[in-house]
């Protein structure tokens, strides 16, 4: 048996060929060599930039001159409070450690606890925590079990728990002989779509209230608003462009970067972007069907309540664009931003009249739009958040319809 060799493998033995072998593993060799040193140099600089924009953007958000489009401690209507820095520096905390998925409702709210906003653990799920006053004349009878349902105005963004709107409601209740717990079901960002998703899930789980408020109107004239139409939900281009797998949706990690986020800043000039509206010749008809939405899903609950037996008592939001409040100086900038293309919140105005008008044609709910009229101090902390202040003169409005609700 003789040696073979396969002289393929080894070349053709052709000095050429050789010294063109070599000369391609030595382009290769080059080209890999800059095409390294390209990617380490681009991942350094994204690094820097990075970590140059975070610092900017701190010092940015520390000095610059405020719009009116951020909640801040040295606001009018927040920098009579002892606690507004301690509120707005936990925030931001708070929505990093808040990103989980909730079934059908997209996000809910989970375990929290800080100086200012806690979330408690309860039968009821993760909820924001309400004070509900202990009345010694309630003794051990039965307390009447109250849920507020509604988005952010309802959960207290940026307020104690004392100072939220439930909270001041089981205030004003509990007085001589009431015994009333109220219940926080709150959560930043709902419209009434998802807040009857909210009370379905609760009901199915044995857990009955004897009756629901719902405290809305922003957030369900926003959304009604936009291109999507009031049966969407807010982030609903985003939520859609990640399940269809778009490459706006793979790629919108990098909207939470530091850099991302400084180009934001320094390219508005006030304001904040929001979601494209639909235009001005439709906003009749949008009005129309953001309203029947919001009449529909109170149907859907009342007819809930029939069958699980509670009751339901609605009520239409203010905002600082509606009504005839004398505002501060700071309200009238917010009054003056809404109506800018970077956040034309005034597109949201012919939804408040229509609500004004179902509210005194059908008495379905209690438009409250008109309940800082005569209030001359600051009270509304960006377009529809509003301080303690604010939330304790609503509570004080609302209590005498929750009791007719009771009754």
Known sequence: MGLHMDRSKFGTGDPLEHEREISHLARLRVFFTYFGFAVCSLAVIASLLE?????????????????????????????????????????PRRLKARNTYFPFRIWGNSEWHGDCINNDVTDLGAVRRTINPVNPACGSQH????WVLGGSTVYGTRIPDWGTLPSYLSKQLNTGSNCVEVTNLGVE?????????????????????????FYDGFNDSDIGTSLQ????????????????????????????????????????????????????????SSSVDTLNNYEANLRIARALGGVFGFKV???????????????????QLLLKL??????????????????????AEKGDFVFLADAFDS????????????NPVGNEIIARAMTPYVQKCLK
């Open 51 to 91: 970590i140059g924009s975070h610092a900017i953007l701190s010092l940015y958000h520390h000095s610059h001159w405020k719009t009116g489009a951020d909640i801040a401690p040295d606001d009018p209507a927040f920098s009579a409070f002892p606690w507004a820095w301690e509120c707005v520096e936990e925030q």
């Open 143 to 146: 307390k009447t079990s109250i």
């Open 189 to 213: 960002g709902y419209v009434t779509n998802q807040e009857i998703l909210l009370l379905i899930e609760k009901l199915k789980a044995g857990r009955t209230p004897d009756l629901v408020v």
């Open 229 to 284: 139409g009031p049966g969407a939900h807010g982030g609903y281009q985003t939520t859609k462009a990640r399940l269809e797998g778009s490459p706006a949706g793979r790629l919108d990690f990098l909207e939470r970067s530091a850099l991302w986020q400084l180009t934001l800043e320094l390219s508005k000039p006030l304001g904040r972007k929001g979601p494209a509206k639909v235009p001005v010749d439709r906003l009749s």
């Open 313 to 331: 008592c609605a009520f239409w939001q203010p905002a600082v664009i509606y009504g005839h409040k004398p505002l501060a100086p700071y309200e």
């Open 338 to 359: 809404s109506s800018g293309q970077r956040y034309p919140f005034f597109a949201l105005v012919p939804v408040y009249k229509e609500a004004e008008n179902r509210a």
């Open 375 to 386: 209030v001359r101090e600051p009270v509304y902390l960006d377009w529809v958040h509003l």
